[in-house]
């Protein structure tokens, strides 16, 4: 008799009613039936494997849109938890930051700043690239690429970039402040870009990662921040920022062009 092939529990006599006027071949099929239920599990595990690969799969295109908004370069994206000096404080900090990204519900922002090349840009990128890896939502901005886009593409481009920037699970900026140049004409309406920007994704209650060159300091007077973007004797623009983001000076071994330790030990 048969038997079942994944427990071996043999199969038992089939006691539908009127079984006897089945034709033949149907009866030799039924005749003897399971007794034990393998093949339920074995389709329900099926089910639930298609539709957790569903999910997921809904859950990387949700990723992958976002990444393709993303208005940034392609190094941004290649940054990875694995490829850094883990042994750096800053980078200690982003990793836990993306950590409790994921287990915390309240989540707050942080505003990276120090000088050029102390890799604010490769920390704020890891912690992008690692949660969008975990099925967040993360949107990346460079914040000069994205005026030039805005400049070429008028209209429609601000509306479906804002329309994202209010949706998504974080938002970083990147670059802010270092776009060079400001004309009286082109000031205002940069200014007014950018605190759209970050007006916008203040309105969502959700959190945002900014880096910069520029220094911040706790009083006005000494924030470049402020000194780049007030406009009027306004500081909306800081003001934002401010509610949104944590400070956090970063100060690590810059990693652009020569050091000053390489300089010398030539020198000497
Ligand atoms: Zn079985």
């Known amino acids: 008799m048969k038997k079942c092939k994944y427990c071996g529990k043999r199969y038992k006599e089939n006691s539908i009613e009127h079984i006897e006027k089945l034709p033949d071949f149907i009866k030799e099929k039924i005749k003897f ?48 938890f694995e490829n850094a000096d883990m042994s750096e404080k800053y980078m200690i900090l982003a990793k836990r930051y993306a950590d409790n990204f994921l287990v915390k519900n309240k989540k707050t922002g942080m505003l990276l700043y120090g000088d050029v090349g102390t890799g604010k840009t490769f920390a704020s990128a890891c912690i992008g690239n690692y949660l969008m890896e975990k099925g967040k939502t993360v949107m990346m901005i460079n ?14 481009a601000e509306k479906d970039i804002l329309k994202q920037i209010e949706k998504c699970d974080l938002v970083i900026i990147d670059d802010f402040g270092t776009e060079k140049n400001l004309d009286d004409n082109s000031t205002g309406w940069r200014a007014e870009k950018i605190y759209n920007l970050i007006d916008t994704r203040y ?13 911040f300091n706790d009083d ?28 956090v000076r970063v100060t690590g071994k810059s990693r652009r062009g020569i050091t000053k330790d390489k300089f010398l030990e030539f020198m000497a």
């Open 143 to 156: 914040l000069g690429l994205y005026l030039n886009k805005l400049s070429r593409e008028f209209g429609e």
């Open 203 to 215: 309105r969502s209650g959700k959190p945002l990662i900014i880096s910069t060159n520029l220094i």
């Open 33 to 80: 039936i399971p007794d034990c239920s393998c093949l339920e599990e074995m389709f329900k595990r099926e089910m639930e494997k298609l539709e957790k690969e569903r999910v997921h799969e809904c859950m990387k295109n949700r990723v992958k849109k976002y990444k393709d908004i993303s208005v940034v370069d392609n190094k941004f994206l290649e940054s990875r």
């Open 220 to 247: 006005e007077e000494k924030c470049e921040i402020t000194e780049k973007f007030s406009i009027q004797g306004k500081n909306r623009i800081r003001d934002r920022i401010i509610d949104m983001c944590f400070p």
